[in-house]
């Protein structure tokens, strides 16, 4: 056994490892994209925050607007669709069903909702739509009364 030098090993990107936020090499400015194609941003000490630190930017931008954090049942819409289109005039706060409705192709008129009939494809009111439980919760079916008949 000779009694040589011994030489450290050097792990190909180990001290990057233990680099963070701004010091690490794949920083990306505290923004990131999330899988549903939201902006989201930094924030550390938000209450609404999603893994204790991350905002969607779309949220910040009506809290700044309004200057006030949104609650958990206000919804920020966007009116084009685009989730990336974050400027104040694409948005707007929806309650939490007034939100899943309009995302679902209903729209409003005069104070009455409209909803597209899966079969037919035409937007009636409400008033022709039966109603059914599923799950212990009451929903609109999806085809208007018309189209239900045999």
Not at 76 to 88: A, E, K, P, S, Y
Not at 129 to 138: D, I, P, S
Not at 139 to 144: H, Q, V
Request: hydrophobic share 25%; with cysteine; net charge positive.
């Amino acid at each position: 056994m000779g009694g040589g030098k011994v030489t450290p090993i050097r792990v190909r990107g180990f001290d990057k490892r233990f680099r963070k936020g701004e010091d690490h090499p794949n920083w990306g400015g505290g923004v990131t994209i999330n899988t549903n194609g939201y902006r989201l941003i930094k924030v550390l000490d938000h209450p609404n925050a999603q893994g204790g630190k991350w905002v969607p930017e779309h949220r910040l931008v009506m809290e700044k607007y309004l200057k006030r954090f949104l609650t958990k049942n206000e919804d920020v819409h966007h009116i084009n669709g685009n989730r990336l289109d974050n400027r104040l005039k694409n948005l707007e706060i929806l309650d939490r069903q007034s939100h899943m409705r309009i995302e679902y192709g209903w729209e409003k008129r005069s104070n009455r909702w409209f909803k597209p009939c899966r079969e037919c494809k035409r937007q009636l009111p409400l008033e022709n739509y039966r109603m059914r439980t599923h799950n212990g919760f009451e929903e609109y079916k999806t085809r208007c009364k018309n189209c239900e008949m045999p």
